[in-house]
């Protein structure tokens, strides 16, 4: 997966890269880091739901709208499929000594991600306490960033110009190759109306995250005199496993009916900063053409999960393991609301129920959102080192070389606006439901912070959806729900071709005739300590997504 869904190294790397692509509840709605809302009804109205909140994912999407839903179960999920790809841009001052003879200043053969399905599950239930309180529990609520499983390639095959075939690393290898996501987040909440027409909710959520992550790390490019050439055949390949077993986070919500055909609703969401450890096996020499041809008997592989980091020796450098530490917030999100339904006048009208199946001919709604997505504006990535701020951990088959332990990357995102319009129609009354929306939400890339991991342009999406509802009794007091949802998603393309880009990780702080500068984390030639001197992620990146969501529900 080239994005995470979830846009945008020595050992850090792998995971400042890759941990952004879905971090377990960054924007579970309107931010940089998912698409609109997870769910059948959610998205099949193109995330203009916080208003209506009228099934038991409100537990986390609006808890005001527990209140006066029925004694519900749903389980359902959606399954992702996304599309990256990246023309990357080789840097102007880039020495990289490629086989196929591309140059400075010249395109790298564009390449795609190679993604399975992901598949994202919920499983809520709401239970109606009273006519005026509902609780709700999601005991499997994923967040809706994209593909969880995915990869793109570590190598390409190419003609040379004198018509030999080459195999290149792949050109996005220090951004990321591949991801393996999984993320939940347990949500418990209340919704209470509080006076006639007006409806208050809260809910807890206890996100987990365990994610592996790998890709690329530029080794011994700091080893490179200016003038010379950088051969990739020492590179490592970094594997990284981190995880955060408790991501601490609440919603709050509420509903206003001034009325009887009008809702009025705002939501707001806060969680904890992810804080998450672990892991990172090396595989050195690792981006060779025997690599890419599956002869790896020349790789030297290492692990900072052992004492002696893998290195062979006494040494006990990486004690006892979790030797990686990943910091980053979690953007704030809120939402207000708007939204119409006509009453049926066949049916008497229940105020303190929500049930827009059986109570409304058609409903439309307008929501305006935010998303804080500037609190992400860097990925925090740190490694044992010393008080100047060199590495101590070792890499095997690199003798000298060390992880750095400021490996943070730079995102430079910008707070999203958006808007979602959607709405039901029930062709059959208290049956069958049709629905349809879309939405719309502003860039919030820093374009000189572009990433594969997450898709930052303007971008903006339609929906369609069902629900059929077929009764088990007379009484329709009991009922199973089928349903269906589609997204497709689409983004402005990605481009850069200017100058402080993003560069590579390296396992050396400054090149050869240079002198480092500890105060200011920089070498005397300008460029940050153990990072290129040229950027990796100049070119084009262009990304598209398809939701499917199947569910299936039980009213009692």
Not at 83 to 88: G, N
Not at 497 to 522: D, F, K, V, W, Y
Request: charged content about 15%; glycine content about 10%.
């Amino acid at each position: 997966m080239m994005r995470m869904s979830l846009r945008r190294r020595a050992s850090a790397a792998a995971i400042a890269t890759g941990f952004v692509l879905s971090l377990p509840a960054l924007a579970h709605a309107t931010g940089i880091t998912e698409f609109p809302d997870n769910g059948s009804e959610q998205g099949g109205r193109g995330g203009a739901w916080v208003a209506r909140a009228s099934d038991p994912l409100a537990v986390f999407y609006n808890p005001a709208g527990l209140a006066g839903q029925p004694t519900r179960l749903i389980v359902q999920s959606n399954f992702n499929t996304e599309k990256t790809c990246f023309t990357r841009l080789k840097a102007a001052n880039d020495p990289t000594l490629d086989a196929d003879g591309t140059k400075p200043g010249q395109y790298y053969p564009q390449i795609c991600s190679a993604n399975q399905t992901a598949i994202d599950p919920q499983i809520a239930m709401t239970y109606r306490l009273t006519s005026r309180i509902g609780i709700g529990f999601a005991p499997l609520l994923a967040p809706s960033g994209a593909v969880s499983n995915g990869s793109a390639p570590q190598f390409i095959q190419s003609t040379s110009a004198s018509g030999a075939k080459v195999y290149e690393p792949g050109p996005s290898r220090y951004l990321l190759t591949s991801a393996n996501l999984l993320v939940l987040n347990p949500t418990l909440g209340i919704g209470a109306e509080v006076m006639d027409r007006l409806r208050l909710g809260a809910s807890f959520t206890w996100g987990i995250a365990s994610l592996k992550f790998t890709n690329g790390i530029a080794a011994t490019a700091n080893q490179v005199a200016a003038g010379g050439t950088y051969v990739p055949g020492t590179e490592v390949q970094a594997v990284a496993n981190v995880h955060d077993y408790f991501v601490p986070g609440f919603n709050l919500g509420a509903i206003y009916s001034p009325s009887d055909d009008f809702d009025i609703a705002a939501w707001y969401k806060w969680s904890d900063a992810i804080k998450a450890e672990g892991d990172i096996q090396t595989s050195t020499s690792y981006y060779t053409a025997a690599v890419a041809q599956g002869k790896t008997g020349a790789v030297s592989t290492g692990n900072t999960a052992l004492a002696n980091c893998g290195v062979p020796g006494p040494s006990t450098t990486c004690g006892s393991g979790n030797n990686v530490h990943l910091q980053v917030a979690q953007p704030m999100e809120a939402k207000i609301g708007f939204r119409y339904h006509k009453r049926r006048d066949d049916v008497p009208y229940d105020e303190h129920v929500r049930d827009p199946m059986a109570q409304d001919v058609f409903d439309i709604e307008a929501d305006l959102t935010w998303a804080n997505d500037s609190a992400f504006s860097n990925l925090q990535v740190r490694l044992p080192g010393t008080a100047t701020g060199d590495g101590v951990l070792p890499i095997n088959g690199i003798p000298g070389t060390s992880a750095p332990p400021n490996d943070d990357i730079p995102h430079g995102f910008k707070d999203v606006y958006g808007i979602r319009i959607g709405g039901d129609y029930n062709v059959l009354r208290d049956q069958l439901a049709l629905r349809a929306g879309g939405f719309l939400q502003s860039n919030g890339q820093n374009p000189q912070d572009q990433n594969v991991d997450f898709a930052g342009s303007m971008n903006g999406g339609f929906a369609l959806g069902a629900t059929y509802r077929l009764h088990l009794s007379k009484e329709k007091a009991n009922a199973i729900e089928f349903s269906l949802g589609y997204e497709h998603v689409f983004y402005m393309d990605e481009s850069y071709t200017g100058s402080n880009g993003i560069q590579a990780i390296a396992g050396t702080a400054c090149p050869p005739n240079t002198t480092e500068n500890p105060a200011t984390n920089t070498c005397s030639n300008g460029v940050t300590r153990y990072r290129t001197a040229w950027d990796i992620n100049l070119g084009t990146i262009t990304n598209s997504i398809n939701v499917l969501n199947v569910g299936l529900g039980y009213k009692f």
